[in-house]
Each structure stands twice: as C-alpha cells, then as structure tokens.
C-alpha cells in the first residue's frame, strides 16, 4: 500500500537499502511490537538485529564498520522501521543520526578510530542534553564539568535520555564555565561504566518501547581527550546535529503515519455497513484521500530536507518544516485511521491506537513544534525585513 507515495528519486543502493529495512521489520520486529508496548521494553534481540543488519552506522565509513551510506539512506530506514515500530525507528535514529554523526562531524581521527567501530558494531549511544529545567531553554543546562589533572570532573543530572537504558556510549553536555553563558558548553563521550547512574525510567503515552531515562552524574570522570570538537563549543554541536536530527524525526513521523494508513483503510474496503464497503462512502473516501495528500506532502519536505543535507546546501528551514508538517500530519493520520476502523481501531488488538500514542511525541521530541516554527519564522522575518 505504500506504493501510493511517487517521489521515486532513490539511488540502487537507497532501494536496495529500503527493501531490506522492510524485510527486517516485517520479520523480525512486526511480530514483537504488541508485547514490547505492553512491557514498555525493547527486545534485545531487535537491538542485536539492528546491528547485525548494518542499520547502526549507516553513514559510517566502511574502515569503521559502517555502511558508507548517505543521510537520504538514514532517513530511508528511519521511515522504514517507523512504519512497523515508531520506537526501534527512533533508536536507530538517535544512535544514527545523533550520536554517530557527531563522532563524524567533530571527532578527532583518534577519537574516530576509537569510538566508531564500536557504534557500528555493537554499542548502543545516546544523546543527553536535556534537563528538569532546562528543555526547549536547552542552553541553560545546570550540569557542570570541571577540569581536575587529565579529567574532567561531571556534576549534575540529565532527563528525558532516549536509549539510555540499554546504551553503553553517553553524549553529554556539560557547561565547563557558566559565566561565559552558553559558550561554556561542551560535548563529552562518555562509557556507562565510567559510572553513569541510570535512574527513573519513564512510563510513557507512546513509544513505550523505547527507553527515556534520567542519568546522574555524581563526579563522573571522563578522561580529556574524551571532550568532542572544541571546548565551549558545545552549543554549536548540539544545535548543528538537531538541525540534522530533526529531519530523522520527520523521517519517524511519515513512517508512522503511512504504517497508521496501511492499516487501516484496507479494512474499510472489507467491512460493509448499509450494503457497502464502509471506505466507499464519500464521506470516508475524501478523509482517505485527504490523508494520502497529507502523507505525501511530508514526505516530499522530508526527503527534500534529507538530499539538500546531502548535497551541502542549508537545510535547517527546510529540516524545521519537515519536522512540524510530519508531526502534524502523523498526528491527524493516525487519528482518523483510528476512526475509519470503527470500534475495532480503539482496540489494542489491531495496533491501530498505537500509532496514534506513538505519533504525539514528534510536536515534542528534538525541539517542540513551537521551536520548529521559531526557526522558520526567523528565516521568514530575515528574509522579509
Ligand atoms: N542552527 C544553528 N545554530 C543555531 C540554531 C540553529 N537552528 N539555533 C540557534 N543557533 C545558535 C545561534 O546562532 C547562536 O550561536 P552564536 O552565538 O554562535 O551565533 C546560539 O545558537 C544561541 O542562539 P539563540 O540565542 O537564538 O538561542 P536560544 O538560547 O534562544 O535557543 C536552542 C537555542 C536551545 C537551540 C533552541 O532554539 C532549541 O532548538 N531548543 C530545542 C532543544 C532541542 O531540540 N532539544 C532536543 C534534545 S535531543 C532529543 O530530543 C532527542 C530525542 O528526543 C530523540
Ligand atoms: P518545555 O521546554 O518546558 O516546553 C513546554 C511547552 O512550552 C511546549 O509546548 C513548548 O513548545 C512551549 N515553549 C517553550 N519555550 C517556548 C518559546 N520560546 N516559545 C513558544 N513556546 C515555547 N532530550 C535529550 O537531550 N535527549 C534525548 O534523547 C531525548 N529524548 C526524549 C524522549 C522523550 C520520549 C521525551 C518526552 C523527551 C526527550 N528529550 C530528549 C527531551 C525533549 O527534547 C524535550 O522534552 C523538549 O525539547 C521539550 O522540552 P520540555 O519537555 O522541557 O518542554
């Protein structure tokens, strides 16, 4: 049924790329999402699959373990993945497109050699930036590092870290200088067993597979040379790789919305209510057609996004509206596939209410909807005054 979207301007690789993603997904996570919803827990075996299957260092080079692929491949199986399990999409998203993509863009050689293989191979990372008092406000962050001989010293706490229940490599940003405001900010890499402490895990609306995790650094010591491109330019990264990120979770967001649609409307053409297929109706057809217009207008300002990265054009306007369109048409999709379906869609057993409690967290996750269009109106207000 996803033969409906046309943007057909995908590489033999990125193809090849998206028919194994869909081959894993149907096989391998399909068959585990009910139960990994109702234990709000990931299957390690679908983490060991992701590596296996060379889905978690799709950019990365090939002398590091990765599949050289490009951003669009990324994004491919992001919205592959997402069809099936919103949650596995947005682990192989954040270890991808976040995590790698900082150790590609800001590692020193050293560091690359080091760390990369093993994101490529077997260990998950995550991306800690936000904090109980600090999210949209990301900059104001209140963990601190210091430097003591040949370490840095990390104190403070951080909220809402995606994979970090089962990740074993951290990204942190810490503020080595406050009174320099957010140009004290720094990127350090972390290992769990530096002594990372894992606290509350969330209970969640959606994405419940998925972990999302408050850390505590308790003078958490972390070697120098594990600090990520310059000191006090922390910042720059962590906003430079959401600038990409956001553009994965557009990726998320299209996937969901197109696995809600392929679920639901073929029922509508097999139930009969008045002597008639229920999707036949005008009244539900042009909600169905709507939602495909829909569906593909996020998806062409995704993958719009994705090949103007690629091709080293600006894209954080362009990654902005992709991520504010998709969240909102996710949204709107997987409700009204919930509707379509009748009495059967607001059960658990279909899958169908899932997309929707899945689909809530794209207005939220990697800049709020409301940060989204912040971004874009300054472009406009730049471009316009
Ligand atoms: N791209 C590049 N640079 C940007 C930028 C952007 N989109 N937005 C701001 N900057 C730069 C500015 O140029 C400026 O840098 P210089 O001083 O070097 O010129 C600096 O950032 C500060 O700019 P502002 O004063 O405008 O920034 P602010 O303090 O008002 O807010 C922000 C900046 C924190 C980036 C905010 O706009 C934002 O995006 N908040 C959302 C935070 C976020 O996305 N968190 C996601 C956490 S990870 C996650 O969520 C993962 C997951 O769920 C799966
Ligand atoms: P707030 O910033 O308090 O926002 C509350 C409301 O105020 C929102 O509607 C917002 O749009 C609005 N608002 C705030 N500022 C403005 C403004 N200037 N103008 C207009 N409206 C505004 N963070 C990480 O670092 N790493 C992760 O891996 C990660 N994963 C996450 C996973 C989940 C499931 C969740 C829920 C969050 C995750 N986050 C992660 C954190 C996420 O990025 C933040 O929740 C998000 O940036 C919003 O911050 P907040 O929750 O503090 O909301």
Not at 73 to 89: F, M, N, Y
Request: charged content about 25%; glycine content about 8%; hydrophobic content about 40%.
């Amino acid at each position: 049924q996803s033969g409906l979207n046309s943007l057909d301007t995908f590489t033999e690789e990125e193809q090849m790329l998206r028919e194994t993603v869909q081959r894993f997904a149907q096989d391998v996570v399909a068959p585990k999402v009910r139960d990994m919803d109702e234990n709000e827990m990931m299957d390690p075996s679908i983490i060991k699959g992701l590596f296996e299957q060379g889905l978690m260092g799709i950019e990365t080079s090939a002398d590091h373990g990765g599949a050289e692929s490009s951003f669009t491949a990324a994004i491919i199986a992001i919205e592959e993945l997402a069809k099936v399990d919103p949650s596995v999409s947005v682990m192989c998203d954040v270890h991808n497109t976040l995590v790698n993509t900082v150790l590609r863009k800001y590692g020193t050689k050293e560091q690359q050699d080091k760390w990369l293989p093993q994101l490529a191979e077997s260990k998950l990372g995550c991306f800690c930036l936000s904090e109980p008092a600090s999210g949209s406000d990301a900059f104001a962050m209140q963990t601190r590092a210091k430097l003591e001989g040949d370490h840095w010293v990390i104190n403070g706490s951080k909220m809402w870290i995606t994979n970090s229940h089962e990740a074993e490599i951290f990204l942190i940003f810490a503020n080595i200088d406050p009174s320099k405001g957010y140009k004290g900010i720094t990127c350090f890499i972390a290992t769990k067993d530096m002594g990372i402490e894992i606290a509350k895990k969330e209970q969640k609306l959606g994405i419940r597979a998925s972990s999302t995790c408050t850390l505590n650094f308790d003078d958490l010591k972390v070697p120098a040379e594990n600090v990520l491109g310059e000191v006090g330019k922390g910042y720059k990264i962590a906003i430079e790789i959401l600038n990409e990120g956001r553009i994965g979770i557009a990726a998320q967001m299209i996937g969901l919305a197109q696995g809600a649609f392929d679920k639901s409307v073929p029922y509508t053409y097999q139930r009969s209510q008045f002597g008639q297929p229920v999707g036949t109706f005008q009244g539900m057809a042009f909600q169905i057609a709507e939602a495909a217009v829909q569906i593909e207008s996020a998806r062409l300002l995704t993958y719009n996004a994705a090949r103007r990265k690629d091709e080293g054009k600006d894209f954080t306007k362009e990654a902005a509206m992709a991520k504010y369109w998709s969240s909102v048409v996710a949204q709107k999709v997987a409700g009204s596939a919930i509707e379509w379906a009748g009495g059967v869609g607001f059960t658990r057993e279909t899958g169908i209410e899932k997309y929707w409690r899945d689909s809530k967290i794209g207005a939220i996750y990697e800049g709020t909807s409301n940060i989204q269009l912040q971004t874009i109106a300054k472009f406009i207000q730049k471009e316009y005054s």
